[in-house]
C-alpha cells in the first residue's frame, strides 16, 4: 500500500498536483473537567464572609496550576448557573475530586462539581501571555 501511495505522490508532483500533507497523528489521553455550578449556598451577596471564600477560590486554582495537575480554570460569563470549570490532568478522576474538593467555595456549598472525562490530544498545555492593552 505504501509502494502505492508513494507511486501515485511522484504521478500527482510531476503532474505538477500537490500532495495533500498527511494528518498529523497525536496521541491521546483522558483529562478530567469539573464543571462548576451553583451550589446550594450561592448568593449574589458579596459579604466578607463571600469575600474570603472567593479568595480562598482563587488561592486554591493557583495553588493546583502551580502543582501542574490543573491545567485551565476559569468562569462563565453569562451569569447562569454553570459558573465556571477546570480541566485536571491527573491520574483518575479520584485524584482530581481529592483535589478539588477542598475548594473553600465547593466546602462552603457555594459551588458544587459535576464530573466528565474529556478525550483530547496528550499533553496539552496553556501558555500564559501578557494582556496587551
Given at each position: 500500500?505504501?509502494?502505492?501511495?508513494?507511486?501515485?505522490?511522484?504521478?500527482?508532483?510531476?503532474?505538477?498536483?500537490?500532495?495533500?500533507?498527511?494528518?498529523?497523528?497525536?496521541?491521546?489521553?483522558?483529562?478530567?473537567?469539573?464543571?462548576?455550578?451553583?451550589?446550594?449556598?450561592?448568593?449574589?451577596?458579596?459579604?466578607?464572609?463571600?469575600?474570603?471564600?472567593?479568595?480562598?477560590?482563587?488561592?486554591n486554582i493557583r495553588k493546583?496550576?502551580?502543582?501542574?495537575?490543573?491545567?485551565?480554570?476559569?468562569?462563565?460569563?453569562?451569569?447562569?448557573?454553570?459558573?465556571?470549570?477546570?480541566?485536571?490532568?491527573?491520574?483518575?478522576?479520584?485524584?482530581?475530586k481529592a483535589l478539588a474538593?477542598?475548594?473553600?467555595?465547593?466546602?462552603?456549598?457555594?459551588?458544587?462539581?459535576?464530573?466528565?472525562?474529556?478525550?483530547?490530544?496528550?499533553?496539552?498545555?496553556?501558555?500564559?501571555?501578557?494582556?496587551?492593552?
Amino acid at each position: 500500500m505504501r509502494r502505492v501511495r508513494a507511486a501515485l505522490a511522484l504521478l500527482l508532483l510531476g503532474a505538477g498536483a500537490t500532495r495533500a500533507a498527511e494528518p498529523e497523528k497525536y496521541e491521546m489521553t483522558t483529562y478530567q473537567v469539573a464543571f462548576l455550578v451553583r451550589g446550594p449556598n450561592w448568593s449574589p451577596a458579596e459579604t466578607e464572609e463571600t469575600k474570603a471564600i472567593q479568595a480562598g477560590h482563587m488561592e486554591n486554582i493557583r495553588k493546583m496550576g502551580a502543582s501542574g495537575k490543573l491545567l485551565i480554570a476559569g468562569p462563565f460569563e453569562d451569569g447562569g448557573d454553570l459558573r465556571g470549570m477546570f480541566i485536571f490532568r491527573v491520574a483518575t478522576l479520584e485524584e482530581a475530586k481529592a483535589l478539588a474538593e477542598q475548594d473553600p467555595a465547593v466546602k462552603a456549598g457555594r459551588l458544587k462539581l459535576e464530573w466528565h472525562p474529556w478525550f483530547a490530544a496528550k499533553n496539552v498545555t496553556v501558555t500564559a501571555t501578557a494582556a496587551k492593552p
